[in-house]
């Protein structure tokens, strides 16, 4: 069975400084790991994902995330946020191929 | 690509009545499916199908809800009878099973029952 652990529900944060938001997942197969926001009223989408290879991965808007099999954790990071960054962060894993399994997710704010 | 297309983006009705909420997938993927969000429960998966075939619907609360895909392009939720309890954002997702599974949500139907 998965199951994707967000250890923060909610992250403020001022204009400018530097973020990370947790993911850790837990499953007996490899598996692919995604990032989606969702900005107010709206679906969600993707920021990044992990298939194979390279353990860090760069998505849209500046955000990045490192991929750490022995902790089994898929961090998301940016090293400057702005205020358009404030939104919903959802963790996903899948055991391919198949469903997704999403986390409960990580409301971030940016303060001004 | 249009992306994934849900009708209506809102629905308000009456408790007792029948809802019928659409999704239509973007063309080549082979899986569907549909959630709901709330403040309470967070998102969750309500059914998913590949092929056109029901996979999982272990996350439809009660027979009140039920679902159809009748061919690739086309996808139903409907709910009768609606109550309260079920105001919530309803999305839809496709993605290409067999593939990276990256799924491509809708941008949500939010139906209030009063």
């Known amino acids: 069975a998965q199951s994707v652990t967000q250890l923060d529900s909610q992250v403020p944060v001022f204009e400018e400084a530097p973020v990370e938001l947790r993911c850790n997942y837990s499953s007996s197969v490899s598996v692919y790991l995604f990032w989606y926001v969702q900005y107010p009223n709206q679906g969600l989408q993707l920021l990044l994902k992990?298939?194979?290879?390279?353990?860090l991965v760069k998505g849209i808007n500046g955000f990045e995330a490192e991929f750490n099999k022995s902790q089994t954790s898929f961090h998301l990071r940016k090293p400057s946020v702005h205020i358009s960054d404030t939104a919903e962060y959802f963790c996903a894993v899948s055991p391919p191929p198949g469903n997704l399994f999403f986390g409960t997710g990580t409301r971030l704010t940016v303060i001004p | 690509d249009a992306g994934v297309i849900q009708s209506p983006r809102h629905e308000v009705t009456e408790m007792g009545q029948e809802v019928t909420l659409r999704c239509k997938p973007i063309?080549?993927?082979?899986?569907l499916f549909w959630y709901r969000q709330t403040m309470m429960r967070g998102l969750e998966l309500l059914i998913y199908f590949n092929n056109n075939v029901p996979i999982d619907d272990s996350g439809m609360p009660e027979d009140r809800f039920s679902a159809k895909m009748p061919n690739a392009s086309f996808s139903t939720l409907k709910i009768q009878p609606s109550e309260p309890r079920d105001s919530a954002v309803y999305f839809c997702a496709s993605s290409w099973t067999g593939g990276d599974d990256e799924q491509f949500f809708g941008p949500g139907t939010r139906l209030t029952v009063l």
């Open positions: 063309s080549g993927h082979n899986s």
């Open positions: 992990y298939l194979s290879g390279s353990t």
